[in-house]
């Protein structure tokens, strides 16, 4: 079992949890600047002023933005040949609605760019990851305003002509689909004008989630046309979370349950983001859930004419759906609901850990579009020990990474097109999900911790030392 020469190895991560200089070289602020910590338990907090003796994880994250020389040397040590970033919308455009650029911030990434070029590594660029400008939320309740899809082309359009010959790959929005799930107003939509509180109780507005969700999907299709016109050798890719399904029992409404949550939260946006329209459950879906889309005249060409030429995802667990209420309500799932599957062990923050379902996943979104397959995200958040020799002994994290890639070669035997790996979280960064750093999925392990202290030193897990060997073998030394 072989995966192929070219294999894209390396890993991935995104500005808003990595880079920190949240207010330098004129940056304006996102969404995350706005978030508090949290934890497991504790959720962190969204609010729109910012509070003193309040700590903001992402404002100074594990600091890329001053350790990119260090951090993409500890990337080419270990033979990365594709390094995963985002571009902070707020760099290049501070409140999302500029005509001009901001010089300052476009330099940055020119010599983040510069750097992996040193190397031969390839970035692969997610557009929008997590990251909107506050200033979008305030004015238009985020993607809920059709005014973003232009706000975004013009982004997109000034980071294209300006990276047009460092980069090749990119993403227009990180797990979109996130948006299907009350969390995505706080994470990917911004629908969250004047809310100020904890992200679980965010107010549940299905119409206007789907709403945004359909600008999203214009503003996708619009930049994914213009690339292919202007920059022929742009390879444009979708990403979504798959957040992979099984049947609770084989009781055929458990079954019917499934099948209507995998399409709902896995396959109604990269179906529109893949095949260029709706998929033929929508409308049944939309109307019982009393959901009315606005579209305009263009839309339904327009995403016809943006469809992506690869499709990218991330996978982290799988859960049970059922039709049973009270099955329902007594057993909690992870993070994405659900009931949770009583084969599986879950990670120290209930995230159900299933090799086998990332070998379903690829082999179902495969048969599917039919189109390269990535997986972009992937990995075991877990508490790390920091020995007083500087060393930390992740052999779970080696585990759990070492049981995904054998099921991935499966995949490519059973004959999925696979273009690259990059586990997300290489290096420590904060948790989207809690704002925490206890929660760490790195091979390098960041000097920093919840209450904000660390010197932001940087050492080497030995799970930095066995992936090199993975990288360095395609995957055959496992
Ligand atoms: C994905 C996101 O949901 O999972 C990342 O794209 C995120 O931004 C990752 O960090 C892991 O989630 P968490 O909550 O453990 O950081």
């Known amino acids: 079992m072989s995966l192929r020469k070219d294999f894209l190895w390396g890993g991935a991560t995104a500005a ?12 304006g602020f996102s969404v995350p600047d706005h978030c508090t910590n949290g934890s497991h338990t504790s959720p962190k907090r969204v609010t ?20 990119y020389k260090e951090d993409i040397a500890l990337a080419a040590e270990m033979g990365f040949n594709v390094f995963r970033m985002s571009i902070n919308w707020t760099r290049i455009f501070p409140t999302g609605m500029e005509k001009e650029p901001n010089e300052k911030g476009l330099e940055f990434y020119d010599r983040v760019f510069d750097e992996l070029k040193k190397y031969d590594i390839e970035p692969l660029v997610t557009i929008s990851h997590y990251e909107l400008p506050y200033a979008l939320v305030e004015k238009y309740n985020g993607w809920y305003g059709r005014e973003l899809i232009d706000c975004y082309f013009n982004y997109c359009k000034a980071i294209f002509e300006r990276y047009k010959d460092k980069v090749r790959y990119w993403l227009t929005f990180n797990e979109i689909n996130s948006g299907t799930m009350p969390m995505g107003a706080v994470l ?68 019917l349950k499934c099948q209507k949550m995998m399409r709902v939260v ?24 009393g959901i009315r889309l606005k579209m305009e005249a263009g839309d339904e060409e327009l995403l016809k004419e943006g469809k992506v030429d690869f499709y990218t995802f991330s996978y982290y667990m799988s859960g049970c759906e059922s039709a049973d209420d009270e099955v329902l309500a007594k057993a909690g799932g992870n ?20 090799p086998e379902g990332l070998r379903y996943s690829l082999n179902e979104i495969y048969d599917r579009y039919q189109i390269p397959l990535m997986v972009v995200e992937n990995g075991l958040g877990a508490y790390d020990k920091l020995e007083e020799d500087g060393s930390v002994h992740d052999s779970y994290r080696i585990d759990y990474l070492r049981k995904h890639i054998e099921q991935m070669k499966e995949a490519v035997e059973d004959g999925v097109d696979l273009m690259g790996y990059t586990p997300w979280g290489w290096i420590d960064v904060v948790s989207a999900s809690t704002g925490e750093m206890a929660k760490r999925y790195g091979f390098v392990y960041v000097d920093k911790y919840d209450d904000g202290t660390g010197d932001l030193s940087r050492r080497r897990k030995d799970s930095f030392f066995w992936y090199k060997k993975v990288i360095a073998s395609n995957g055959e030394e496992l």
């Not at 990595?18 to 207010?23: I, S």
């Not at 896995?266 to 859930?289: H, I, M």
């Not at 609901?337 to 062990?345: E, Q, R, S, T, W």
């Open 48 to 67: 729109p002023v910012f509070e003193e003796g309040t700590l903001y994880p992402s404002k100074e994250a594990t600091d890329f933005y001053h350790h």
């Open 16 to 27: 808003n949890q990595y880079e920190g200089a949240w207010d330098t070289d004129g940056k």
């Open 335 to 354: 993070l994405v609901g659900g009931v949770a599957n009583p084969y599986l062990k879950a990670s120290d923050w209930g995230w159900q850990i299933d």
């Open 188 to 255: 990917s939509l911004g629908t969250i004008k004047g809310f100020n509180g904890p992200i679980n109780k965010v107010p549940d507005e299905p119409q206007v989630r789907y709403q945004g969700l359909h600008h999203m999907f214009v503003a996708s299709a619009k930049v994914v046309k213009y690339a292919h016109e202007h920059y022929p050798q742009f390879k444009m890719g979708n990403m979504s979370i798959f957040a992979t399904k099984y049947p609770y029992t084989c009781d055929p409404k458990d079954v």
């Open 266 to 289: 896995n396959w109604y946006c990269s179906d529109v983001q893949v095949r260029g329209y709706y998929p033929s459950y929508a409308k049944r879906f939309l109307e019982e859930s």
